[in-house]
């Protein structure tokens, strides 16, 4: 059974995206895509967010709250990072992974990128990595949306997502690990698609080894 296949639960109530199951599969996983690289691809993330000491960040579809807690190392004790999961074993993870490493300013809730259950204009930055492509197509603007809403005027977006090889045989062994979705990942359409959710983007580009980020700015 492909490793992907392992890290995916059974379908959630509230979403048809494709939830996380077993965090531990998941972290195994990404600690072997990576391959040692992965501290530093989130460490560089977070600077790329543009978030700053004592910012108030969400986290959409956080997972085991790997990028929550560069996030929190980024805004420090003044801050607050929330970060949102359907999953509530991922969740489970996340809150026991806050207490052994002391970032303080993290905190995790129940809920999905489609419909955030969060007041509008509450957070300066929005995160969100590897989420969009485990929402049906359809689902993806509707996100975006939502995004966009629960930032304040002037606040960041960082959308980050998983760029397949170029290659026909990486792809090849991408879909044998980790399914469809990540073999056939658009990351060509996402600039368009975050425009279209009402953003400006300011900036993209790649985070090695398997990495394309997008940055925005909610204008109004
Ligand atoms: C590949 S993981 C990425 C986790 C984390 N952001 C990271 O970079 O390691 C995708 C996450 O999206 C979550 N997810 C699936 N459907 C979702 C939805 N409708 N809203 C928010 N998150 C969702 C999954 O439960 C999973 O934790």
Not at 117 to 135: E, K
Request: net charge positive.
């Amino acid at each position: 059974m492909p490793l992907g296949h392992l890290m995916q639960g059974a379908p959630h109530a509230d979403t048809p995206g494709v939830t996380i199951a077993t965090p531990r599969a998941y972290e195994l996983f990404g600690a072997v895509c990576f391959a040692g690289r992965r501290d530093r691809a989130f460490t560089r993330l977070a600077e790329l967010s543009g978030a700053g000491r004592g910012d108030r960040v969400l986290d959409v579809g956080c997972g085991t709250g790997y990028l929550t807690r560069h996030m929190a190392a980024r805004v420090g004790p003044d801050g607050t990072v929330t970060g949102v999961d359907p999953s509530p074993p991922v969740l489970a993870y996340a809150r026991n992974r806050k207490r052994r490493t002391g970032s303080a300013c993290c905190t995790y809730q129940e809920g999905i990128a489609e419909s955030l259950d969060l007041p509008d204009a509450s957070f300066d930055t929005v995160v969100s990595s590897l989420m969009l492509h485990h929402l049906p197509e359809d689902l993806r603007l509707p996100a975006l949306r939502e995004m966009r809403r629960v930032l304040r005027p002037g606040g960041r977006l960082l959308v980050v997502e998983f760029r397949p090889p170029k290659s026909r045989l990486g792809r090849h062994l991408v879909h044998g690990g980790a399914g469809h979705a990540m073999a056939h990942n658009r990351v060509d359409v996402l600039d368009g698609l975050i425009t279209d959710a009402g953003f400006e983007v300011s900036g993209h580009g790649d985070v090695r080894p398997w990495l394309y980020y997008v940055q925005a700015r909610r204008a109004r």
